[in-house]
């Protein structure tokens, strides 16, 4: 008896109308059989079950036109759905049966060589399936349309593009975490056997990882599909605070590092020959330099406060709410904003400490360009943040309480301007 379950799995639109292609879906056997249920499969032919399990296919219209794939966004909500409540949970099952199928066999393994195979041929069929489910349902998801050019998806909810084009690139992941899996274990067998497990520690050990990393990017992958545009506002702003304070500490120990010696003992001692003028001048370079490194550490500083106040007032949901029908064109120039604003920190930095290119000229160049970043982003973010939380209905005796943020903003904005120019000064 010959088992034909490990066909490939083959989605294509066969309708020219998107709403009923994208429900189309054709599940074709191979026409050749891959193995005998009662036969062993030679090792030799693991790369190529490798290939045909992680390869699928897809053949869409010709005609088919990705934003009109993409205003159908009950299906691609569907789709979702399906990947968050079915899709990927199976994927995790069948990871975790694939490896314990290897890492964890059956005592008397030499007496039955062929129990493996088959048991691993059962779960790949499955597994084959799965993954052209999800292969599909994100190429529906995300039909793959520039950022943009999508202004109309203000009430599309979990179905923006600023969430579906992050999907497709979290999904495209775990789909390759999952044929590193497969290889491993293909290669391993190949190379030692049907016993490996049990013989090689070292491989087990491997396979066990990558297991790991599977299972940890599914999680990761449903946590994502769970999150609501706030959440994922926060999450950036979070990560854009540890980008500044990885600054910062790269920063401290770079003024901190031990001078050579060499260096310091000739410095010290022409100064001292030369007498008591060059004495002053040394003094001076020393107090400018000192006047930078407090300058630098300042606006590492302020720019962290300014995106820990951000942050407060995205998770003060007493006083303030997020607006619900921002497109993906506002959501993405908001993004961008915050990241140039703690990328120009980083560059900063990069460029102080010499790490980006050994061209004096380039790092001053590059500095500039950090400092016209910064001067400018932070009153561009605050008038975003401005449009993007409203104020929650406040008593008609107390002022809104957004009115406090304005006042905060003028207040650190003049300090800000103030340690900039410090800084060019003594820069």
Known sequence: MYNHS???????????????AMKQSFYRPMETPLVKTNAILPTTLWPNLIVATALHPWRRHKDSDPLVIFNQVEIRAELSD??????????KRQVIALSNAFVCPPSDIENKPGYILNLVIKILSKLDVTLGKIKFAI?????????????????????????????????????????????ACGSSMEEFGYTFAVDQPRKKAEVLKIKETCLDSINRTLEFLNKSELSFMQDALRAHIEMVNAAHKKFIKFINRPAPKSATATR???????????????IGKL?????????????????????EKMLKISTDTKNFKMVTNLSSSEIFKFAGMTTTLSESIERLIQAICGEITQ???QDIMTIHRANAH???????????????????????????HKIYYKNWFYEWNKLHWMVRQKFIDSF
Not at 6 to 20: E, R
Not at 269 to 282: D, H, K, M, V
Not at 376 to 400: G, M
Request: one cysteine or more.
């Open 374 to 400: 910064l001067q400018c982003d932070p009153k561009r973010i605050f008038f975003a943040i401005n449009h993007i939380f409203v104020s929650v209905d406040h008593q008609v005796e107390q002022p809104p």
């Open 6 to 20: 490990l066909g490939v799995y083959t989605q294509f639109y066969k309708s020219d109308n998107p709403s009923v």
């Open 268 to 282: 010290r001692l022409t100064c001292y020959l030369n007498g008591t003028r060059n004495r002053r001048a040394e």
């Open 287 to 307: 107090r400018n330099q000192t006047y930078s490194t407090l300058s630098v550490i300042a606006t590492i500083r302020l720019t962290r406060l300014f995106l």
């Open 139 to 183: 190429a529906c998801i995300d039909p793959g349309l520039e950022s943009k050019e999508v202004k109309h998806d203000n009430e599309f909810g979990q179905a923006k593009h600023f969430v579906c084009s992050r999907l497709g690139l979290i999904t495209s992941m775990v789909t390759g975490h999952v044929c590193e899996l497969l290889a």
């Open 359 to 361: 061209d004096q000229l």
């Open 82 to 91: 399906q990947l968050r409540s079915k899709r990927l949970p199976s994927l």
